[in-house]
């Protein structure tokens, strides 16, 4: 155990609760960045005085980003050198935010005029994403779509053995905001005997986690289940948007392919596993008659801190509502903690082989959905394979994403039972379908 990570020596001064910001906006009660989060984002100002429109890097506090290459703390473009660093480097940059951003600091005149207001920016990727895999952790969406998909057979016997995953296209990966143009393919209609061509009808989302991988590993040398959770650098919301019409047609025998490949979202912002430590809690126990993890995906330290307590959500805006100035409706909330497996078990069952990770790769948690039927966080679990539209306020309904819905997703984490920590969040994931031209 003298390797393993003990939640209380990640704990420091930056995770007191009751520090403030000179940053007013940082102090709102439940906003998604109080002082205590200091996410990462790569951006620029969308018109700046000084005609540089260079990327750089900033700190989201309340509703401003501080230019993290003005203050010098940070000056290299984009996040992959972050990322690649050790721990103990992400922890000072963000013990030097936390001081600098305090009430009362001495750095306030000095970095004051490196605010600039998030809607006055605009974002990239954190850095080029090299590679991207995507699991299948949420056992309640694997199950529900399972049924769909094999009736007879919903949850295959692998499932509780093996951390499921494929490995997806990080060329197609965006950032929120980009518009998300609905895929062609083939798809095999009910009753045909021959595949047609076209538009997807059945354009989905899936709510999940990114997983932002850190420092990697030399090829052949795989990842220790107790070393891990070393090797994450932060967590970004992820919509892995699936054409389901696409999907059963092509899915076997290799896996997904054109359902997933055009397109997949995250949030900007990458929320450091340091803000994230008052968060850790246990793996849920195991039914009784479900096997143990194998040794190499097992730890006592990762089942009992390894998963983190972050709620997710995800909504719609139609276009009818967008005409009437409204945010959207809430579609489902569910948990990380739904999930099968922790995300050190991820990282240590996708290098067992000897694949190497790099720093910027991402994986994605798979969907998470909750165990009740209103908590499936794709509208295939939602509307039970699109027989039953799902009721929206005002007479609206849908089975499936029509050309100009958005699909927001959000997520914050927050304590659990008597622990004190200040609520962080994740800001916000946003994708709009538009038409083919
Ligand atoms: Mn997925």
Redesign the pocket.
């Known amino acids: 155990m003298r390797d393993a990570i003990h939640t209380n020596t990640l704990l420091d001064f930056t995770h007191d609760p009751s520090a403030t910001s000179w940053v007013a906006s940082a102090n709102v009660a439940d906003c998604d960045f109080p002082l205590q989060n200091l996410p990462l984002a790569r951006f620029r100002p969308y018109q700046s005085d000084a005609g540089d429109a260079a990327w750089r890097v900033g700190a989201a506090i309340g509703e401003q980003v501080l230019d993290l290459r003005a203050t010098g703390l940070w000056t290299e473009g984009d996040l992959r050198g972050w990322m690649a660093a050790s721990p103990a480097v992400r922890r000072s940059l963000r013990q030097r935010l936390f001081e600098g951003l305090r009430t009362g600091s001495a750095l306030q005149v000095e970095w004051a005029p490196h605010l600039h207001a998030h809607n006055a920016v605009q974002y990239s990727l954190p850095c080029e994403v090299g590679d991207y895999t ?1 699991f ?1 952790i949420g056992i309640h969406h694997a199950t529900t779509v399972g049924k769909l998909f094999r009736p007879d057979n919903p949850l295959l016997p692998n499932y509780k053995w093996v951390p499921i995953g494929y490995h997806g296209r990080a060329s197609s990966i965006v950032v929120s905001g980009t518009d998300i143009v609905r895929p062609l393919g083939q798809r095999m209609p009910p009753g045909s005997t021959a595949p047609v061509v076209g538009p997807t009808q059945r354009l989905d989302h ?1 709510l ?1 986690l990114a997983v932002w991988v850190g420092q990697g590993n030399a090829m052949g040398e795989p990842i220790a289940i107790d070393q891990a959770g070393q090797h994450i650098a932060g967590l970004t919301l992820l919509n ?1 948007w ?1 054409a389901r019409d696409i999907q059963p047609w092509e899915y076997q025998p290799l896996g997904p392919f054109i359902a ?1 490949n055009f397109a997949s979202t995250v949030s900007p912002w990458v929320v450091s596993v340091e803000a994230l430590a008052p968060f850790r809690c246990a793996m849920q126990p195991r039914a009784a008659d479900d096997p143990q993890p194998l040794p190499y995906l097992h730890s006592e330290q990762d089942q009992q801190q390894g998963v983190w307590n972050i709620t997710l959500e995800a909504w719609l805006q139609t276009p009818a509502m967008r005409e009437r100035g409204e945010a959207g409706v809430l579609l489902s909330r569910s948990s990380l903690r739904d999930g099968y497996w922790t995300l050190a078990q991820l990282i240590a069952h996708h290098t067992v082989g000897g694949c190497n990770l790099r720093p910027g790769d991402v994986l ?1 948690t ?2 998470l959905s909750g165990p009740l039927p209103e908590q499936g966080g794709s509208l295939l679990e939602q509307t039970q394979g699109g027989k039953a539209p799902l009721q929206l306020p005002r007479g609206e309904e849908r089975t499936f994403l029509q050309d100009g819905d958005s699909v927001i997703l959000r997520a914050y984490a927050e304590a659990q039972f008597h622990l004190a920590a200040r609520r962080i969040g994740f800001g916000q994931c946003v994708g709009t379908i538009v038409s083919r031209r």
Do not use: F, L, V
């Open positions: 995507d299948y899936e999940e892995d699936s997933k994605g798979g969907t």
